[in-house]
């Protein structure tokens, strides 16, 4: 599975973004999948992830409450919807599917907050 995520820029503390994170291949909907962020001078960790059914979301404590993550197997696509963003989220951002322990990763994106 190849992934391509987009919907990064700059904006202020407080606003909003949605990243998009599109997959190429017939078998996306068997694949967990997942959003992880790597500021600079930082390691990447994780920020959200959601189960291959949709079902089941998982979210980084810092992330809770303000961002949420979905998925729409039809348009093979993943999403990730960010609110009341702050500074601290500043950072590239991955997308990641995973299925029986391989994992893949998009590009990345990358999200810039002012204060």
């Known amino acids: 599975v190849q992934l391509q995520a987009s919907g990064g820029g700059l904006v202020q503390a407080g606003g909003s973004l949605r990243l998009s994170c599109a997959a190429s291949?017939?078998?996306?909907?068997?694949?967990?999948t997942g959003w992880f962020r790597q500021a600079p001078g930082k390691e990447r960790e994780f920020v959200a992830a959601?189960?291959?059914?949709?079902?089941?979301?998982y979210y980084a404590d810092s992330v809770k409450g303000r961002f949420t993550i979905s998925r729409d197997n039809a348009r093979k696509t993943v999403y990730l919807q960010m609110n009341s963003l702050k500074p601290e989220d500043t950072a590239v951002y991955y997308c990641?599917?995973?299925?029986?322990?391989?994992?893949?990763w998009g590009q990345g994106t990358l999200v810039t907050v002012s204060s």
């Open positions: 291949g017939r078998t996306f909907s068997t694949y967990a």
């Open positions: 990641n599917a995973e299925r029986n322990g391989n994992n893949y």
């Open positions: 959601i189960s291959w059914s949709g079902g089941s979301t």
